[in-house]
């Protein structure tokens, strides 16, 4: 882990939350919060690429050229080779 560290303000319930949960967990309260930052960091960046799918969905034009540039894509299934899963 990285030995820099800088001060974050959080309100009285939090700092209580996380001290609960890094107790009950067995570990520092920086290694819940890094877990915790991370995880919501996936979760955003997920959102946000279902929100650009869902507008590429919606917008027909869009939707037939990313089809177009990905039609040559669709021979490389027919290759011949045996599934292996």
């Known amino acids: ?5 800088t001060v974050v303000r959080v309100s009285s319930a939090t700092k209580r939350i996380l001290n609960e949960m890094a107790s009950a967990e067995g570990r520092p309260m920086t290694e819940v919060i890094a877990e ?4 919501y960091r996936r979760r955003s960046m997920l959102e ?5 799918f869902a507008r590429l969905e919606s917008d027909e ?3 037939a050229d ?3 540039d990905l039609a040559p894509w669709d021979a490389t ?3 011949g080779l045996a599934d292996e899963s």
Do not use: P, Y
Request: glycine letters at 4%.
């Open 1 to 5: 882990m990285n030995s820099k560290t």
């Open 36 to 39: 915790a930052v991370e995880q």
């Open 48 to 52: 946000a690429i279902n929100e650009s």
């Open 61 to 63: 034009g869009a939707r």
């Open 66 to 68: 990313m089809e177009r």
């Open 77 to 79: 299934l027919a290759d």
